[in-house]
């Protein structure tokens, strides 16, 4: 059994305290290797932002999970390094199961979170319940879900989204005792959140999303006043990394992710954490692909894998300072 506290790291229960009381989110970043893990957590220190270094149980099995426990331990060692004193916490995304979950509680998460979500209502709270009476016995927070979300992220895969019911959330977090939950008020996992059939064009062709549904999310925050919430699927799709991308020979037409200034005025609310992986996958395929097409005769990963975790560096302050908010709370 490892103990997070003994790797450095932190729970996510302050962090989300302070963030609903100062109006911003925590950024959650995905990652799955060392540039991703240094692009991160330099970012976040050089902003003085709380983060969270999140890890799908894909992402896990990539990195090794041996492995990537000294990862999170090197990383916090290298932030106080850097001079920052910002809380780190190490959580696992969309765990599919108790197992999963415990597994990452017995090497050293700090914060899991249960996805039931594809269960019917009572198995999900069976599910969540479950993972919550083990975590809490080591202090670590657990994160539910209510609602489906569209999109394909890793393991999770789903044909269309579900909203959250306002009416099921007082009842299933009172039920399973969770810290944190997730809800699906139109945000979606992957670079093709939306179909063009489901956006309208703007005067300069430009695909728009629809709208986040935050009637739904007022009439949460109504039934769970000061209670932590989540958005998954929350990265902007950045244009200007599609456009690097498809410049360089890549090929995504039609993604379009979900508006900054929606998910700025979600951070203003019960919204602590905010989700973000597919931006930064784009960021950092986006500065791959022009080494590539700049310099074809490159083969020194230090090369290519240098200036994209430089971009995504660029990414997370830019995330931090203008999108949620979270910079100078560290």
């Known amino acids: 059994m490892i103990n997070y506290k003994d790797l450095g790291l932190v729970n996510t229960r302050d962090m989300f305290k302070k963030a609903m009381e100062g109006k911003y989110a925590i950024p959650a970043y995905n990652f799955n290797n060392m540039e991703q893990l240094q692009a991160v957590l330099t970012g976040c220190a050089e902003t003085n932002s709380p983060v969270i270094l999140q890890v799908s149980k894909g992402a896990r099995s990539y990195a090794n999970e041996t492995?990537?426990?000294?990862?999170?331990?090197?990383?916090?060692?290298m932030v106080r390094d850097m001079g920052a004193?910002?809380?780190i916490a190490l959580h696992l995304d969309h765990g599919d199961s108790f197992e999963t979950c415990q597994s990452c509680i017995e090497s050293g998460f700090s914060s899991v979170m249960i996805d039931g979500s594809h269960h019917p209502y009572e198995k999900n709270i069976e599910e969540t319940k479950k993972v919550v009476e083990y975590a809490h016995q080591f202090d670590v927070t657990v994160e539910g879900e209510l609602g489906v979300l569209a999109g394909i992220e890793d393991d999770v895969v789903a044909a269309k989204s579900v909203y959250t019911q306002p009416d099921q959330v007082e009842d299933f977090v009172n039920r399973t005792g969770v810290d944190s939950l997730a809800i699906s008020i139109g945000t979606s996992h992957g670079a093709?959140?939306?179909?063009?059939?489901?956006?309208?064009?703007?005067?300069?062709?430009?695909?728009?999303?629809p709208p986040?549904?935050?009637?739904i999310l007022e009439e949460i925050e109504k039934r769970l006043p000061g209670f932590p919430i989540v958005l998954h699927g929350a990265s902007s799709v950045v244009p200007e990394y599609v456009e690097m991308i498809n410049a360089n020979g890549g090929s995504l037409a039609d993604a379009v992710g979900i508006p900054e200034e929606q998910l700025r005025k979600a951070a203003t609310s019960a919204v602590c954490k905010i989700n973000i992986d597919s931006d930064g996958r784009?960021?950092?395929?986006?500065?791959?692909?022009?080494?590539?097409?700049?310099?074809?005769?490159?083969?020194?990963p230090r090369k290519f894998l240098g200036p994209a975790r430089k971009e995504l560096i660029k990414l997370i302050k830019h995330k931090n300072e203008a999108v949620?908010?979270?910079?100078q709370h560290g």
């Open 85 to 87: 004193t910002i809380p």
């Open 192 to 209: 093709f959140k939306f179909t063009p059939a489901q956006c309208t064009r703007n005067e300069d062709g430009v695909l728009v999303p």
């Open 212 to 215: 986040l549904r935050f009637d």
């Open 282 to 300: 784009l960021a950092m395929t986006a500065a791959v692909r022009k080494v590539f097409v700049d310099s074809p005769g490159e083969f020194d």
């Open 324 to 327: 949620l908010g979270s910079a």
């Open 67 to 77: 492995l990537l426990r000294y990862m999170a331990e090197g990383g916090v060692k």
